[in-house]
């Protein structure tokens, strides 16, 4: 459900609002003259969206290069030029 509070409870009921943000994970949308203002939320919420966000992106551009390209890779092609650039990382790091 969402959690819509006028932004003077940010300053009359923080603790309230920090209780609610960080039991439910989700964010608090708040309002100044009846109109949306801001989002409070938690700094792991906010760390979550952004994670998400990331891999959204990354998945959109393996689909666009994907529609741009008939080249497909195995399985096998795939986590042995993983386990090689693992490889090399470590060597890097000695």
Known sequence: ???IRPVSDLRNNFTDI???????????FLTKNGYGDMVVMSIEAYER???ES???????EAEIEAKSTDKR???EEVFSELRSRIK??????V
């Open 1 to 3: 459900m969402v959690n």
């Open 18 to 28: 920090s209780r609610t943000i960080h039991e439910t994970s989700e964010p608090v």
């Open 49 to 51: 969206k952004i994670f």
């Open 54 to 60: 990331d891999i959204y992106l990354k998945l959109k």
């Open 73 to 75: 890779y195995t399985h």
């Open 88 to 93: 090399d990382k470590d060597t890097d790091n």
